[in-house]
């Protein structure tokens, strides 16, 4: 294992931030955890464990350690005659974890295709989209404590996942190193069409000039047609520097919604676990940010919610930006959005 000095993470964050780490490096296997956890380096400084770096926003320089997950492998751990259980390493890319299951043949994870990222990061995140969240599917984390190096397995329920939250971003925050999870998935067909998007591109009549009709054989139609949607409405941060989503959807109460529509009648709204959800993406676009461009940073013109680095931006225009977008909503309708990205 090398620990390198003043090292670029340009490249290893989705924003393209040109920050430096004081010091930084890479797990490829267990052994290189234990020995990682006696490094003065890592022991006397702040560290961050970085993934794909696809929800997380330099401001300055890190003064402290940055680890890379690089743990690899995936396998089918055991099945049953209606579940299989697959184990995925933490620094595994998430779309590859998916297209393993899809190929085959496997329900449950599908909905959550084209998510950029790694294994590791999900849990941290409870990733969710088109109407399917990770707790749906979790069975358990593997987790290195950093402080002892000793290893734990937590259950689903101790992973304590709420909406885009999980107990490894609050009390257990930089506490714990995730190597490994564990996801329950079906043998048996069960396509989740809840979400409206996805279930009026599945079934668009095949006479229409855009149409489709996808007839569902395999959970490969649906993590095909998710793919399509996502890479069609967000930006390739290869060629546009952006972390997705850069805003949770926003909760409210029933007497809040209601007092909001007697106003603005044409809100959507979704509710979820008996949860009301306001779309983030729909509050900015009313607040006319949907395509904002100021210096090197902007509003994403295909969607709110996502803030872009057009080349060179600092990450503090960025939080600049997010901040005039968090203001203009408040103002105009007393909501407050938070941010989904991890600022740092």
């Known amino acids: 294992m090398k620990i390198l000095k ?123 989209a088109y109407g399917v969240e990770l707790k749906d599917i979790l069975e358990n984390v593997e987790a290195f404590e950093v402080e002892t190096g000793k290893n734990k397995i937590f259950s689903r329920e101790e992973c304590e996942l709420g909406y885009r939250d999980s107990v490894f971003k609050n009390k257990l925050k930089g506490k714990y190193f995730i190597s490994a999870i564990t996801l329950k998935l079906s043998k048996i067909p069960k396509p989740n069409l809840s979400y409206k998007i996805l279930k009026e591109y599945l079934e668009k009549p095949a006479s229409s000039a855009d149409g489709n009709k996808i007839k569902i054989n395999s959970p490969k139609d649906i993590s095909d047609a998710v793919t399509f949607i996502r890479q069609n409405k967000l930006p390739n941060p290869k060629i546009i520097g952006n972390a997705g989503s850069f805003f949770k959807n926003v909760f409210v109460s029933k007497e809040q919604l209601s007092n909001l529509l007697k106003v603005f009648p044409k809100m959507p709204y979704f509710e979820e676990d008996k949860v009301i959800k306001i779309p983030a993406g729909w509050l900015i676009e009313q607040c006319e940010w949907k395509g904002y461009k100021v210096g090197n940073v902007g509003v994403y013109e295909k969607q709110a919610l996502v803030l872009v680095n057009y080349g060179g931006a600092t990450g503090g225009e960025i939080v600049d930006l997010s901040n005039k977008i968090i203001k203009s909503v408040k103002e105009k309708f007393g909501l407050e959005l938070i941010p989904e990205v991890n600022i740092v």
């Open 6 to 128: 003043d090292y670029n993470l340009k490249d290893l964050n989705t924003f393209g931030v040109d920050v430096k780490a004081k010091f930084f490096t890479e797990i490829n296997n267990e052994e290189d955890l234990a020995e990682l956890f006696v490094q003065e380096e890592f022991k006397n400084n702040q560290r961050i464990f970085l993934g794909g770096g696809s929800n997380i926003l330099f401001t300055k320089d890190f003064d402290g350690m940055v680890v890379l997950n690089k743990l690899k492998g995936i396998e089918i751990a055991k099945e049953d005659f209606e579940n299989v259980w697959v184990r995925s390493f933490g620094g595994e890319f998430w779309q590859d974890l998916v297209t393993f299951i899809v190929n085959n043949g496997y329900w449950g994870i599908e909905n959550l295709a084209f998510i950029p990222g790694t294994v590791g990061a999900t849990p941290i995140q409870n990733i969710g």
